[in-house]
């Protein structure tokens, strides 16, 4: 065996032992990259669900508010078949009447009308701050693929350790979105 080839012999047994000792951080980036894609899917989700329950709210606050306006056309009308002097007291009495039986029943509904639009606005809150974990989460595992993808360039495992660290702090993040309810 010459020399030249006993170097390269070598060489390639170093190479091999590098080699293998890259697998575990080359999968650990694997598994970080698909986590972000997971955590990332849920973030865009939840933001679009928060804007959609938003419209929601927004919508059934316009329904409260067109009843109220209702409710305070036939209350000025009803004040006003009050005081003024109408010569058929039989009709008089009926639209006062009708006026009273939608009062009564505005007055109802504009409370659960109202108790609608308050819960759809917190469920849009509560939409937003799970985003918000999502959000948290998908920056740390990306800041964790980043840094132990510097492992491979650099051949120093302290950078995989770090990167391990962000990304712990990541899927941690996540769950506590998804455990927000």
């Known amino acids: 065996m010459e020399a030249n080839e006993a170097q390269e012999l070598q060489e ?3 190479h091999a032992a590098h ?9 650990t980036m694997s598994v970080v990259a698909v986590l972000v894609a997971i955590v990332t899917v849920l973030g865009h989700g939840t933001h679009t669900a928060a804007v959609l329950d938003q419209d929601k709210a927004t919508d059934q606050w316009n329904y409260y508010q067109a009843h109220k306006i209702r409710a305070n056309d036939t209350a000025l009308a009803a004040d006003l078949l009050s005081v003024v002097t109408i010569a058929d007291k039989d009709t008089a009495k009926k639209l006062a009447k009708s006026y009273a039986d939608h009062q009564e029943k505005w007055a109802g509904s504009l409370k659960e009308e109202q108790e609608k639009a308050e819960g759809l606005e917190a469920k849009v809150e509560k939409d937003e701050a799970r985003a918000g974990y999502y959000d948290l989460g998908e920056v740390l595992l990306e800041i964790g693929l980043v840094v132990t993808s ?4 650099t051949r120093t495992h302290a950078y995989w350790f770090v990167g391990l660290g962000f990304s712990v702090a990541g899927i941690v993040a996540a769950v506590l979105g998804l455990l927000l309810k």
């Open 12 to 14: 390639n047994a170093e």
């Open 19 to 27: 080699e293998r000792t890259m697998r575990p951080v080359a999968f």
């Open 150 to 153: 510097i492992t491979l360039l």
